[in-house]
């Protein structure tokens, strides 16, 4: 009953960028290798952030065992400020070093995939503080043993992100651009309704705590172990796409459909 639902959260985050490759590929390989430094830059970076889905989690599931309700919210609030921080940190990193990042990514030669990626990239980074507070949210909800709501949440995203890559990208020709719009909405509906469902089981969702030190320091010994492995994950898939790049755009977009 409850990993059923779960899975399905873990099914939807893929299911968006696939929607978006399979769109754009119908349309310009060219935007089809973009998708790939892109979806380095976007979706690969934020599976760095995975340790805080650990941290909340287990330390909400272990608070609400011990019938500790008011610790659980403290720490929710506590875990919603860091994610929100790093979130905001995210955006700026987008906005100040994505071309330069994907520039030495893909190499300078390719001025017209940077460009598309870059695009890309620009548009989906106004959703990384909503992306990182809803991973906090969903995070939580799966310590109450709670899958539905997310899935819910999720589900939507997934057919707002369907629905809008056909008709920006498909119907007003829009491509790359109208795909990264399309997620980025997606992404921040989704972030809205996990957090409406913590405040449906009595959480206060909007509520943000700056961290203590010694908080911080029990966050670091509970992610630290997840944030080293994925970080070595993202860094392996990384390898492979910046491999790719070096193969031409028609292999890079080739690589971008075989991913999946």
Not at 21 to 34: K, N, W
Not at 41 to 61: E, G, K, P, R
Not at 198 to 207: H, M, Q, T, V, W
Not at 244 to 253: D, E, H, P, V, Y
Request: charged share 10%; net charge neutral; proline share 3%.
């Amino acid at each position: 009953v409850f990993a059923g639902p779960a899975l399905g959260l873990w099914i939807c985050g893929p299911l968006m960028s696939l929607i978006d490759t399979m769109v754009i590929g119908q349309t310009s390989s060219l935007q089809l290798a973009a998708l790939g430094p892109g979806t380095v830059f976007c979706d690969y970076l934020c599976y760095i952030f995975m340790f805080l889905s650990v941290a909340t989690s287990n330390m909400v599931a272990t608070s609400l065992a011990n019938k500790d309700e008011e610790l659980a919210q403290h720490q929710v609030s506590t875990l919603l400020f860091i994610a929100l921080t790093f979130g905001i940190g995210m955006f700026l990193f987008t906005k100040i070093f994505g071309v330069q990042v994907l520039t030495a990514f893909t190499g300078s030669k390719n001025h017209e995939i940077i460009s598309a990626a870059n695009t890309y990239a620009q548009i989906r980074g106004f959703a990384w503080p909503a992306v990182l507070v809803g991973l906090v949210a969903q995070s939580a909800s799966l310590g109450m043993k709670d899958a539905w709501g997310p899935l819910k949440a999720l589900a939507a995203a997934s057919v707002i992100n369907g629905v809008g890559d056909i008709f920006l990208c498909s119907v007003c020709g829009y491509g790359i651009a109208g795909a990264a719009w399309a997620t980025m909405v997606s992404q921040i509906v989704a972030a809205f309704m996990m957090m409406q469902n913590l405040n449906s089981r009595g959480f206060r969702a909007f509520s943000f705590t700056i961290p203590s030190t010694r908080e911080l320091l029990q966050i670091f010994e509970i992610a630290a172990p997840v944030f080293v492995t994925m970080t070595s994950k993202v860094a392996f898939y990384a390898l492979l796409t910046y491999s790719a790049t070096s193969m031409g755009a028609i292999t890079l977009a080739g690589h971008q459909v075989h991913t999946f």
